[in-house]
């Protein structure tokens, strides 16, 4: 039997003892108690840099990612559908999604993809559903995602609250990988320890708990963006909900919730600080969008 947090046997599994005791859904049964997300709520900008320069001492590295609802699950897009799949439903649309794409793509694409990492990479960033996660380094960019895709009432408003979630990404690895004594830090397409998260490998022999890695920088925008991602492997559960059931230390990742009433404000402190549209997409498409919502046509 296999652990279902890091796919391995219940007896080369790191954290399998731990979890007699947990539920699936990370409900403790026993005595053990799960490490909560630690949450902050900041309505200022400088309330906001105070917790990102906070969450940045001591460590080595220091991720983040926006979410326009705070409670939205950290979750990659092939996860998303609705109604929910069993594992084995999606790993078959899995490979059709990716069938499909090499079939019908070449007309529009001058790059040869050398690896099925450099694939997966390029489908993402078009919006091709893959079991890839943004992340960034920069947490103004995940700030600007944050307070940009935020839903609208009739009149305009926020209509939620966001948030800003940060994540320490060597130390997520170093946990996730503990069960081979992982001592390294960010991955990229060419370390071993990915190839148990191949879209191509057997289900069966698929790893759980999600990865930090680096990506092909395909594009301007995910250069301008300090894009970077979180790949998961078989399962498709949320980050924070990992977190909750596996042995995380305390703060591997924090979560920042801005008020739906200081969405506005804040997005404005951000623009006067320079950082525009044209700064997330540095092409004639950001330059328009600035552009609009300067002269009040967005």
């Not at 939620?160 to 997520?172: E, F, G, Q, T």
């Amino acid at each position: 039997m296999r652990c279902f947090f890091c796919g391995l046997s219940q007896h080369g599994c790191h954290i399998a003892g731990l979890r007699k005791s947990l539920h699936r859904d990370g409900r403790v049964v026993g005595d053990w108690a799960l490490p909560n997300i630690v949450e902050h709520k900041v309505d200022t900008f400088g309330a906001l840099l105070a917790k990102v320069e906070e969450f940045q001492n001591g460590r080595e590295q220091s991720w983040y990612r926006g979410t326009g609802n705070s409670n939205y699950s950290l979750v990659p897009s092939i996860g998303r559908r609705q109604p929910a799949m069993s594992e084995v439903e999606l790993s078959r649309v899995e490979r059709e999604i990716a069938n499909t794409f090499a079939q019908r793509a070449p007309p529009f694409v001058e790059a040869t993809f050398t690896s099925e990492w450099k694939t997966l990479f390029f489908m993402q960033h078009y919006g091709i559903p893959t079991r890839l996660l943004d992340w960034s380094e920069s947490p103004f960019v995940a700030l600007y995602f944050a307070l940009t895709s935020v839903k609208r009432d009739v009149r305009g408003k926020a209509a939620n609250d966001v948030a800003v979630w940060s994540c320490d990404p060597v130390l997520w690895n170093r946990t996730a990988l503990a069960h081979i004594t992982f001592k390294g830090g960010i991955l990229d397409e060419y370390c071993e320890e990915i190839k148990a998260y191949s879209p191509t490998s057997d289900l069966d022999q698929r790893a759980t708990i999600p990865l930090m890695i680096y990506g092909t920088h395909n594009s301007p925008r995910i250069v301008a963006q300090r894009g970077v991602f979180a790949l998961f492997g078989k399962g498709s559960d949320g980050m924070e909900v990992v977190y909750k059931a596996g042995s995380f230390p305390h703060g591997s990742i924090e979560k920042l919730i801005i008020a739906k009433d200081k969405v506005d404000e804040m997005l404005s402190s951000l623009f006067r600080k320079g950082f525009a549209e044209s700064t997330i997409y540095p092409d004639l498409s950001g330059l328009s969008l600035e552009i609009k919502r300067r002269f009040g046509f967005y």
